[in-house]
């Protein structure tokens, strides 16, 4: 590789470099950047800008506006075929007004598939030189470039350029932010930065702890509040010289005692120092401060009496030491705390039995020790270290170590004296929280919030945890999303917050209940079930501060490790917060898939999904599920004469009205159309209708505002009564949603009011005498509502309004042959018409009886020869035939004489004429006498109820009569009954 290569390789991984630390790539689109491109574009009348960064192999798209859509979602090229990379490799813009003539470009895949004719590209130029890509033009047609709008792209380009540049800038702050953020909340001094008025801007938790005042309190007040009144004005002077001086840090009370005022008014000795950050014209100076009280105890009581200076070490929870600087760490003195925290009585390291720096640090910390020690001391420093001790049981454990060198007038080293604390546990809750960490970090969703609520339970060692979610539609009511129950996760619950702890939770604050839970909330039956002792739980919000949830924590023995509890169970909270929040985005897209863009309604295609839920949900609970299918009657005519945007007006106004009127447990749906469809959980026949009324009553009120005429017609099918598959339940909804219509009553359950089977209708017998004999000889079969509430013509009508009259007379007749033959009648008349004889194939006649159909004289108007031919075929079967209703309506004597029925029934009108006048006596003798030449067995006269019409039949000659002077018409038993 020559020189020129060398460099040109060196120039590029620079480049590379730089571009990397920008921290840009592979990012989500930059809205800012977008907003920017768009704007661009639109000022050049170009259809594309685009901000392009150029890798190794291929062009990245960190924003653009307009790119083809294929682009717009790759959001990268191969760099080798990249207008871009022509700007990068010559550093300087690259113009081509016609790509197609451009040998360069004019077979380039990217021209070839997406038809660009022009290019404009301004290198993203960094403070070092270095071209990280360009903002760039495309058209789909050639054009010209005047070096006015070069000018005013490069000027965008550094537009872009310094965007990134602050981004950078911004993600190093915010990253120096939280690690002085983390600093801030570990350590144990106090922090406290003040600007140039000494107001306070940051007050830590340490300084919380020592001054007793709480963050809020202390943020913007005068650093006058934590000092003593006498020593203000002194400090107020020491601050503003220092901040005059070059210097950025000194020690403060060099050559007198800091004091310090709490809250409460108590004054307390302090160790502080001062730091100063000159940013423009404006000096921020932080002072870490120490509390030495105890210090200054330490020593007076020291000067006072070694007891008590031994009794104070004794009770510290670790070891005060002096040692050497030797590679022993040869121990010289070491207080009574030695042994909790070693195993080893101070003796045995005083006496040089047990070497701390052979024996106790871990072998492995034994080397950085002793280097973070002898660095500390070289400064003349106090130093801090954590390291790892193994104790005369062989346990390990973690320890923080305070200490510093005690020097001569000279500087000559002469020990180092010190403390050192357990603080193992400390340790384990930090590796626990990084376990649970990572346990979670790379799951999303239900995934994890199982996963959360497992690590949870198994660190802190708890029977059970859960995290739940406020349902939307109530601020009392929780559900859960994952529950983790002693060792295993169960299945979600919804849980009333009303006298549970959970209620001093949602939307407030932590609360902890250590122990006795149960006794504190002895209505929470669930605690009591599940055996709880100790609570724990904290409150989910999010962003904007709007209660989502909780997270809780459970056990069946008093809580251990508080502390640590609190502290994971607040950190968690924010990521289970957030991901509630993710999800709730996500579910609103989700959402919008499953709506109807007109009416908001859930649509069909999301009815096919959820249903099965719903049928399932109500097997597991013994409940019943019903579906209405609603039809909107007269829309169509009001989309005809009003348009159909007034159509979808009215249309959307009802389905937010029907919305309203259900539960928030019921389920809407536009089921297409005009028709809407809602699934009812858990109510009976009661409800349904009441349900279905309320329904009628909303679209009745649109129908009045609008002025227009509407109304809903409803058909319901219950789960499991009507069907167990969906298929059945929407049959048997649409068969009762017609009935609805066609029967008038608007509301429909089922088909069970409209079956038709041996319950439908009952079969009564009237006999038919001969008084001339005084004889039976036959009785006329009659059909009666089976529930007794219907007369047989308000029956018929009924059948007839759905469609089902024939198959109502189809069964009469089949039901009136059955039972004529099961009481054992000789002879049966039977009214039936011919069009239920053409329906049906021809019926055996029962052995030993004598079936006579009547037909009535109106049917011989229509179809004579199709009739005849019918009568024919039935009249082979063995079957007779009776014309009824003689003289009702009109005579058609040129039928019977060809039919040559067996029977002539003569009306009931036609005998109440008889009974009024001499005159249609003497015809009506005459007609009879003449209807005789048309019938083989005789003349029948129907309905004779007085005797005085039974005598104007005799008169008339007729000896044959029914009616109820003879006998009513009535059910008949079996001859075994």
């Not at 083809?68 to 760099?79: F, G, H, I, K, N």
Request: glycine residues 8%.
């Amino acid at each position: 590789m020559n020189r020129m290569s060398q460099a040109n390789s060196t120039e590029e991984n620079e480049r590379l470099l730089e571009l990397y630390r920008m921290n840009t790539l592979e990012q989500e689109p930059d809205a800012v950047l977008d907003a920017f491109c768009k704007k661009v574009a639109k000022l050049f009348d170009v259809p594309t800008c685009v901000v392009s960064l150029v890798l190794e192999n291929r062009q990245w798209f960190k924003s653009s506006f307009g790119c083809p859509a294929e682009l717009a979602q790759a959001r990268e090229t191969p760099r080798d075929i990249s207008f871009c990379t022509h700007v990068v490799d010559t550093k300087q813009p690259l113009i081509v007004r016609e790509v197609s003539k451009d040998p360069r470009f004019a077979n380039n895949p990217l021209v070839k598939k997406f038809g660009f004719g022009f290019y404009a590209g301004f290198p993203l130029r960094t403070n070092k030189g270095h071209i990280l890509g360009s903002l760039c033009l495309y058209d789909s047609r050639p054009r010209q470039f005047s070096d006015r709008e070069l000018e005013l792209l490069g000027l965008f380009s550094e537009r872009v350029m310094a965007h990134l540049e602050l981004c950078r800038e911004l993600a190093n702050v915010q990253a120096s932010e939280a690690k002085f953020s983390g600093i801030l909340d570990i350590a144990h001094e106090a922090i406290i930065s003040i600007d140039d008025a000494q107001r306070i801007l940051i007050f830590n938790k340490g300084a919380e702890k020592i001054f007793g005042y709480f963050q809020s309190e202390a943020v913007g007040q005068s650093l006058d509040i934590l000092l003593p009144e006498r020593f203000r004005t002194l400090h107020h002077r020491h601050v503003a010289e220092f901040g005059n001086t070059g210097k950025t840090g000194r020690q403060m009370g060099e050559s007198r005692e800091v004091y310090g005022r709490r809250k409460n008014g108590e004054e307390f000795p302090a160790e502080a120092s001062i730091s100063k950050l000159e940013w423009g014209k404006k000096k921020i100076f932080t002072v870490v401060l120490r509390d030495i009280t105890e210090r200054r105890q330490a020593e007076k009581a020291l000067q006072e009496s070694q007891r008590t200076l031994s009794t104070l070490m004794g009770n510290l929870p670790g070891m005060v030491y002096r040692c050497k600087n030797d590679k022993d760490w040869t121990v010289e003195f070491a207080s009574d705390g030695c042994y909790e925290l070693t195993g080893y009585p101070p003796s045995d390291l005083m006496q040089k039995k047990i070497s701390y720096g052979q024996h106790i640090i871990h072998p492995d910390d034994q080397e950085p020790v002793w280097r973070d020690v002898q660095a500390a001391l070289q400064e003349h420093k106090p130093f801090q270290l954590v390291y790892r001790i193994k104790t005369a049981t062989g346990v390990e454990k973690w320890v923080w170590e305070q200490g510093r060198g005690i020097f001569s007038s000279e500087g000559q080293l002469l020990a180092l004296e010190g403390f050192i604390t357990d603080i193992t546990d400390r340790k384990r809750g930090e590796e626990v929280l990084q376990n649970i960490a990572h346990g979670v970090s790379a799951t999303t969703g239900d995934v994890f919030f199982r996963s959360l609520v497992q690590h949870l339970a198994s660190v802190l060692k708890v029977d059970y945890a859960f995290v739940g979610e406020l349902r939307k539609d109530s601020d009392r009511i929780v559900e859960t999303i994952a529950v983790w129950a002693r060792g295993e996760i169960v299945d979600n619950m919804t849980c009333d917050l009303t006298g549970t702890p959970c209620e001093n939770v949602v939307g407030k604050t932590l609360c902890c209940y250590p122990s006795v839970v149960r006794q504190k909330f002895p209505d929470d039956h669930l605690l009591v079930e599940m055996g709880v002792e100790s609570y724990l739980g904290t409150p989910l919000f999010d962003s904007s501060g709007r209660p989502l949830g909780l997270l809780t924590v459970m056990d069946t023995k008093p809580l251990s490790q508080i502390g640590l509890a609190e502290s994971m169970l607040k950190i968690f909270a924010v990521r289970a917060a957030a991901e509630l929040e993710r999800k709730h985005a996500e579910e609103a897209l989700a959402e919008q898939a499953i709506r109807d863009t007109l009416t908001n309604l859930y649509n069909r295609r999301y009815f096919n999904r959820r249903i099965q839920e719903e049928i399932t949900r109500a097997d597991r609970y013994g409940q019943t599920l019903s579906i209405l299918l609603c039809d909107l009657e007269h829309f169509k005519a009001i989309n005809d004469t009003r348009g159909h945007h007034i159509g979808d007006e009215v249309l959307k106004t009802v389905a937010q009205g029907i919305q309203e009127s259900t539960r928030g447990t019921d389920l809407v749906f536009r089921w297409g159309g005009d028709e809407i469809l809602v699934v009812l959980s858990d109510t009976n026949r009661e409800g349904i209708l009441i349900a279905s009324e309320r329904l009628r009553r909303g679209v009745r009120k649109v129908s009045q505002q609008a002025g227009v005429k509407l109304d809903m017609s409803i058909g319901v099918a219950l789960y499991p009564e009507h069907g167990r598959t969906v298929d059945e339940l929407i049959r048997l909804a649409d068969r009762a949603l017609y009935i609805a219509k066609k029967g008038g009553d608007k509301i429909h359950v089922g088909e069970e009011e409209y079956r038709l089977d041996e319950h439908t209708i009952k079969v009564v017998f009237q006999p038919v005498v001969d008084v001339g004999v005084d004889q039976v000889i036959g009785h006329e079969a009659l059909s009666r509502d089976g529930q007794g509430r219907l007369s047989i013509l308000e029956l018929f009508k009924k059948y007839n309004a759905i469609g089902q009259l024939n198959e109502l007379k189809c069964l009469c007749f089949k039901s009136q042959l059955r039972i004529a033959q099961e009481v054992g009648l000789k002879r049966v008349f039977i009214n039936v018409d011919f069009n239920v004889l053409t329906q049906l194939d021809l019926l055996p006649k029962p052995s030993g009886m004598e079936v006579i159909l009547e037909i009535s004289e109106l049917e011989a108007l229509h179809n004579v020869e199709e009739h005849l031919r019918n009568a024919r075929k039935w009249r082979g079967g063995g079957y007779k035939f009776a014309i009824d209703d003689f003289g009702a309506g009109f005579i058609s004597l040129p039928f019977i004489a060809q039919l040559v029925p067996e029977y002539i029934k003569v009306d009931r009108s036609t005998v109440l004429q008889a009974v009024g006048t001499e005159k249609f006596r003497r015809f009506s003798r005459d007609l009879v006498q003449a209807l005789r030449n048309y019938s083989t067995e005789g003349i029948i006269a129907e309905g004779i109820e007085t005797e005085k019409e039974l005598s104007a039949v005799r008169g008339m000659g007729i000896t044959i009569v029914q009616g109820y002077l003879l006998g009513k018409p009535q059910e008949l038993k079996r001859p075994d009954q």
